[in-house]
């Protein structure tokens, strides 16, 4: 018998953690440049604060190999100073933070009301259609990848696309999509409209 009548014993499925953790991949440590850039990173913080420097650190593991393996998080722990555990947990709550090889370009869809109301799903759809792939997935030529993510500030000028974490492409319209893919292929983070943060 359960707690609740209703309720069948047992591990429930919606009591399952779907995290998964990353493969361990090669063996890590950063280079010279990006260890030079860590250690700049840490004096931002009191000694006694070194893992306020986590997520700075996590960026500088995907620049360096493009996504997050077992070993990265396992460096990053010993050099932050905190347990293995705490880095994969953040690493598992951002969806910025990549654990599988990823796409030169990550279109990063904004699925939340403002831009769904505006069309964000067919966005998606035709994202997905162009490139044969479903969301979450890289295209065969390991060109773009297709995610959805929550709200990303730009709410005004929906349906936004994130693109690389750093650069933003607004007001897309599904039938916009093939001149977006073919922009990014010949002119790259030029191709992109956005006018909120980076933009090259
Ligand atoms: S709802 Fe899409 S950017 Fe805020």
């Known amino acids: 018998m359960s707690f609740h009548p209703q309720m069948p014993y047992g591990t429930p499925a919606w009591h399952k953690s779907e995290r998964k953790l990353p493969d361990e991949g090669p063996a890590f440590e950063f280079t010279a ?3 030079a850039k860590f250690d700049e990173i840490v004096t931002r913080y009191p000694a006694d604060r070194r893992r306020s420097a986590l997520l700075p650190a996590l ?3 995907q620049e360096q190999q493009g996504h997050i393996t077992g070993n ?3 460096y990053v722990a010993g050099l932050i100073g905190c347990s293995r555990a705490d880095v994969e947990d953040v690493v598992s709550y951002y969806v ?3 654990t599988q090889p990823v796409g030169k370009y990550v279109l990063g869809v904004c699925r939340t ?3 769904a109301l505006n069309g964000a799903g067919r966005v998606t759809e035709e994202l997905c259609r162009h490139l044969h792939i479903a969301p979450n997935e890289t295209d065969a030529t390991g060109t773009f ?3 959805e993510m929550e709200c990303l500030g730009a709410c005004d000028r929906g349906p936004v696309i994130m693109v ?3 650069h ?3 007001c897309q319209r599904p039938e916009d999509v093939p001149q977006l893919l073919e922009g990014l292929r010949e002119r790259g983070l030029a191709a992109l409209s956005g006018c909120h943060l980076k933009k090259e």
């Open 72 to 74: 990265a998080i396992a």
């Open 59 to 61: 960026y500088l593991v």
């Open 96 to 98: 910025m933070f990549f």
């Open 145 to 147: 990848t297709v995610m």
């Open 113 to 115: 009301l403002g831009c």
């Open 164 to 166: 690389n974490n750093e």
């Open 168 to 170: 933003w492409h607004e």
């Open 33 to 35: 440049e990006q260890k």
